[in-house]
């Protein structure tokens, strides 16, 4: 596990969790920002992406195909998001229309899908938990919504001073049908951006905690990760998940899971 603090926005694009991260196997992930008319060419050869528009607007080459003005939204917080998925080794062209800043989400895989844009209108949206730990899950390229290789890539937001992945769950033991192995990285943003949350991470022989602030990452190669918002202050974390295969079985703590109800 590991907390990586936010970096200040810089032009062009910058790695966050790349190759030797402890415990981390598959997962890729940098910040792309660029300027009005400032472009970015690049391909991923062995690895397919994700790539999610924060907040402006871009144009994108990819695959034989164009889109033009694609982005809904000013920040993260403001609706719905707009992706596209690259599978590997197809070259990339990204074009600012005014600032963007766009998340690039990565994992190893021989082939994948052909290019695609994700609209705002097929990302799914699902209000998970109840009372002090209710949230809202934007699926971008989830089981279900897009066929990746590895990569699994969504959207939660914590309302002020609740808590999210609650009851706390873990995936770190291929243990099917009960539990899958994914490596998972949660990148943050809060509202408005001097707040701060906590991130616990913990399991058998280990137990760790770190204040959550404004544009910082961490890496969850194992354990269960339930967090907090701090009251007045709206949580977003991007979420990433890759593993051997692409199932999403997680095993909730026995001594919470009281809290929804099951036994």
């Known amino acids: 596990m590991a907390l990586i603090r936010g970096r200040p926005q810089q032009a062009g694009y910058a790695t966050v969790v790349g190759p030797g991260e402890p415990g981390i196997q598959y997962i890729g992930f940098g910040l792309l920002d660029l300027g009005d ?16 528009v924060l907040g402006g607007r871009c144009d994108v080459e990819a695959g034989g195909e164009s889109w033009a003005g694609i982005g809904r939204r000013s920040d993260v917080f403001d609706g719905r998001p707009t992706a596209v998925y690259l599978p590997p080794g197809e070259r990339l062209t990204v074009r600012g229309r005014g600032a963007v800043e766009i998340a690039v989400c990565l994992a190893p895989a021989e082939r994948g899908p052909k290019a695609a844009l994700i609209g705002p209108e097929e990302v799914r949206v ?8 209710r949230r809202e899950i934007h699926d971008v390229a989830a089981i279900g919504t897009l066929d990746c290789a590895r990569l699994l890539v969504g959207e939660t937001y914590n309302p002020p001073g609740l808590w999210s992945s609650y009851p706390p769950h873990k995936h770190d033991v291929q243990s099917p049908p009960e539990e899958s192995k994914l490596e998972e990285v ?25 204040p959550i602030q404004d544009r910082d990452t961490v890496t969850i190669p194992r354990g269960y990760h339930p967090l907090a918002a701090a009251p007045g202050y ?30």
């Open 186 to 210: 949660y990148h943050f943003r809060v509202q408005p951006p001097q707040g701060f949350g906590l991130q616990r991470i913990y399991g058998d022989g280990f137990d760790e905690a770190y």
């Open 234 to 263: 709206r949580l977003y974390y991007l979420w990433i998940l890759a593993g051997e295969e692409r199932v999403m079985q997680p095993r909730d703590d026995e001594a919470h899971v009281w809290v929804h109800g099951k036994t």
């Open 126 to 133: 699902r209000e998970v938990g109840r009372d002090t730990f």
């Open 37 to 52: 008319g400032e472009s970015w060419e690049h391909s991923f050869p062995g690895r397919e992406a994700v790539l999610v």
